[in-house]
């Protein structure tokens, strides 16, 4: 059993979440961003459909990416180069999560349903999400969004719509952390796509460890602007 959460319930420990579902640790709740920021302060995150109570996740081990590992193979080094894409951040948000949304496969759903869009585009609004947004030929053609505390980034889902749109968002998203010495992006489960870009997955309590040194630095909430990067080689 897991424990139902009023709207002023705090979250239970971490190492309480369960292992089969893996990471599953309450149920309830909200969606405000107060609730948003306090789970990703604690390493929780909000996964559910939308016919579902909501579900906070904590899973052992977690999948991140530090910047400085991000792995550009050559094909995507040869369309970052060649600057196919143009990067734009916190342009349309509310369209990037929508994008994330679409069906995937025939009769697929999505956990990131009206309710999801709502709450992510409040904090969207504070300052605290963001979306990093391929363009080409005046098309939103790929992306990503996700949450940035301190100087650390919680990545929630990225679309793409032409080769490596997707991941070209993900590789000046993870230059520009470098640059502003941003120390993990979450990618919270384990997917063999994340892990070819250099993803790799971690003890839940080194990915605590790290956290709670990373979000002490103060938030800078505002809209992003990237500087301009350059892949050679």
């Known amino acids: 059993m897991i424990p139902l959460l009023h709207d002023d319930t705090p979250f ?27 789970a990703y302060r604690h390493g929780i995150f909000p996964w559910f459909n939308a016919d579902d109570p909501i579900l906070w996740w904590s899973p052992d081990p977690r999948m991140v990416l530090l910047p400085q590992e991000f792995r550009i193979s050559h094909s995507l080094r040869k369309t970052l180069r060649n600057k196919i894409h143009e990067i734009r951040t916190d342009t349309v948000f509310e369209q990037v999560m929508r994008a994330c ?36 030929d005046g098309i939103l053609v790929g992306g990503l969004y996700g949450v940035a505390i301190g100087r650390m980034f919680y990545g929630e889902s990225m679309f793409s719509r032409r080769s490596d749109a997707s991941k070209a968002a993900l590789a000046h998203l993870a ?37 709670l040194e990373l979000i002490h630095y103060p938030d800078t909430p505002t809209l992003w602007c990237f500087d301009k990067h350059e892949f050679t080689g």
């Open 175 to 211: 230059a520009q952390l470098r640059l502003w010495n941003f120390g993990m992006i979450d990618c919270q489960m384990n997917t063999s796509h994340l892990a070819s870009l250099g993803a790799r997955e971690i003890p839940r309590s080194e990915f605590l460890h790290r956290l």
């Open 12 to 38: 239970p420990p971490v190492a309480s979440a369960l292992r089969a579902p893996n990471g599953l640790l309450a149920a309830g709740g909200n969606l405000t961003a107060a609730r948003l920021l306090d």
């Open 101 to 136: 949304a679409a069906p995937r496969g025939e009769d697929a759903g999505t956990w990131i349903h009206e309710d999801m869009i709502a709450a992510y585009s409040a904090l969207h609004r504070m300052g605290y999400a963001h979306s990093v947004e391929s363009w080409q």
